[in-house]
């Protein structure tokens, strides 16, 4: 595989065309472009939570820190609550490894010491212990990895710091300006802030949903909705949503932008048509419904209705 092709597939996993990668065909082990291009698809399929088919591609023999690190993510994910703690602490042991062999070294792009990192911060934020993940990407600290970046911003939108998500974009578009992710944080950020920010991160999409691969990427094209919701371009949202479930029918983010701009419409039986198709109980929007449901229920019933005139 040629640099153009690793670049492509790059690309493609920055965007979100998880089902694309997870289906690529590796390169041969020989080939230098096997590392990277090995995990950019297992990360895929770890996203698509295909975690047998992930494990399946992860040569036993290969001892290298970012298979090891993928190795313990899936085992991580995949271990039952109470048993996940073995998994996390080999991923600090990894971390602690790679700062050792010298924290920001690449020995394949997509294929070192980063990687390293954002697979063990993933999991930390899975367990909600945000610090240490912040910690182990070197936020505040000017990291020169993107994808670490990529995750900070991610984690400081997440508990609604855009100043601290904006402070670490800023830094890394000096030196990172050419780069698709920059571009992909630049646009998060505008959906969240908001106001001007939003027809750039529109723009963004708009172009990128155009771009090769894009036409069977229903998650760049959910973002494209997204963005034409907030901007309140309800129609046109409800295209590209529609284009994206014609390519996934089960894509939930799709789903519950479906759902929203639906309600926005004031079509409210195809807003509950677009919830009910939220079958998954892992989404987050199917499992924050179902709580706020059962507390719902839970507060109803510790009243009861007077029937005293």
């Known amino acids: 595989m040629d ?14 065309n998880f089902k694309y990668l997870s289906d690529n065909p590796l390169p041969a082990q020989s080939e ?13 399929r770890i996203a698509l939570k295909d975690y047998s088919g992930a494990l399946s591609l992860l040569p036993p023999s290969n001892t290298s820190e970012p298979v090891r690190a993928l190795r313990a993510l899936v085992n991580y994910l995949q271990a ?14 990894l971390c602690l490894e790679v700062e050792e062999d010298g924290a920001d070294s690449e ?6 010491a980063g990687l390293v990192k954002v697979v063990a911060a993933t999991a930390f934020v899975n367990e909600n212990e945000l610090e240490e993940a912040l910690t182990t990407l070197g936020a505040g600290c ?4 993107i994808e670490c970046v990529a995750l900070i911003v991610h984690i400081y939108l997440s508990i609604a710091r ?15 300006d050419d780069s698709l992710l920059i571009q992909m944080i630049e646009a998060t950020i505008g959906l969240t802030v908001g106001s001007s920010t939003l027809q750039t991160a529109r723009y963004i999409y708009d172009e990128q949903a155009s771009a090769p691969g894009s036409s069977t990427n229903p998650s760049i094209l959910t973002a494209k909705g997204i963005s034409q919701i907030l901007l309140g371009k309800f129609s046109d949202a409800d295209n590209s949503l529609n284009e994206a479930l014609a390519i996934d029918a089960t894509y939930g983010e ?12 004031g079509r409210k039986l195809d807003a509950e048509t677009a919830f009910s198709r939220l079958t998954s109980a892992d989404h987050p929007l199917a499992r924050d419904l ?6 719902f229920d839970a507060a109803a019933a510790k009243f009861a209705v007077s029937s005293a005139a």
């Open 3 to 16: 640099s153009d092709s690793l670049f492509y597939l790059k690309n493609q996993f920055y965007l979100g």
């Open 80 to 93: 039952a609550p109470g048993q996940k703690d073995s998994a996390l602490e080999e991923l600090r042991d």
């Open 32 to 44: 230098p472009s096997y590392l990277s291009t090995l995990c950019y698809t297992v990360r895929s």
């Open 107 to 112: 020995t394949e792009e997509g294929a070192g």
């Open 290 to 295: 179902e709580e706020k449901s059962s507390a």
């Open 162 to 176: 855009t100043d601290l998500a904006k402070k670490e974009y800023d830094a890394a578009k000096k030196w990172a």
């Open 142 to 145: 000017k990291s020169r990895d």
């Open 254 to 265: 799709a789903l519950e932008a479906k759902a929203v701009v639906a309600e926005l419409r």
